[in-house]
């Protein structure tokens, strides 16, 4: 299995604080991903990083921002968490481009915003 | 526009019966198509990837898919299911640019 933790695995918090998810890979892959999965909705991505203080927006990034300063780091930030953001947030990694190559996914945190 | 469509929500099967999970996308060119399998509380994992070349191609667990470029389809089959197949199947479409889009899942519940 690949090197990919997620930290933390379950959250609960509250409307309007700040909350960031980690993802730490020790496969050296330039590539990171996060995901969103909702029901009825499949994996969306959020953001992606192509490489250390490298990131660039997908499908539904409104809301967040991620920050990557180390190769095995990968953060995601959620200034101001709102109900709408309760969902299971996965981690992926690849080692090129993600869109022709095989994404190894973390293990998943479930993001509860009451 | 939805990339990727899985039209199967759910999908019951009895073990040992053959598997046909649907897959169509939308791209005006060929793009890079993808099976993944989610077993409960887990991550991700690739079955199988097409990219060019033979249209019939084999994955892991012993599950095959076809492209099929007329009907614009990538379906997922197994000639005989086993019960640790009980799982949820993303299909996905990969476009240049660094686009992927996943479909929303079939869940395959398998009956002994």
């Known amino acids: 299995d690949a090197g990919i933790t997620q930290s933390p695995r379950h959250k609960v918090t509250e409307t309007g604080t700040p909350v960031t998810l980690r993802c730490h890979q020790t496969e050296n892959h330039r590539y990171m991903y996060w995901y969103r999965q909702d029901p009825g909705h499949g994996l969306r991505l959020i953001h992606y990083s192509y490489g250390v203080k490298d990131t660039d927006k997908g499908e539904v990034s409104d809301g967040y921002s991620v920050s990557r300063s180390k190769t095995e780091d990968f953060l995601l930030t959620l200034e101001s968490a709102t109900s709408s953001q309760t969902s299971v947030y996965f981690c992926a990694i690849s080692e090129s481009q993600g869109w022709l190559d095989e994404q190894y996914f973390g293990p998943g945190t479930r993001l509860t915003v009451t | 526009a939805q990339s990727v469509t899985q039209p199967d929500i759910h999908i019951t099967v009895s073990e040992g019966a053959s598997l046909e999970l649907r897959c169509n996308y939308s791209y005006g060119a060929t793009p890079y198509l993808f099976w993944y399998v989610q077993s409960p509380g887990q991550g991700l994992q690739l079955l199988l990837k097409?990219?060019?070349?033979?249209?019939l191609v084999q994955g892991i667990k012993g599950f095959e898919a076809e492209f099929k470029r007329s009907q614009s389809s990538f379906n997922l089959r197994k000639p005989s299911v086993h019960w640790s197949d009980a799982a949820e199947y993303f299909c996905?479409?990969?476009?240049?640019?660094?686009?992927?889009?996943f479909g929303t899942g079939t869940s395959l519940t398998v009956i002994p």
């Open positions: 097409y990219f060019s070349g033979d249209t």
């Open positions: 996905a479409v990969g476009k240049t640019g660094n686009q992927f889009y």
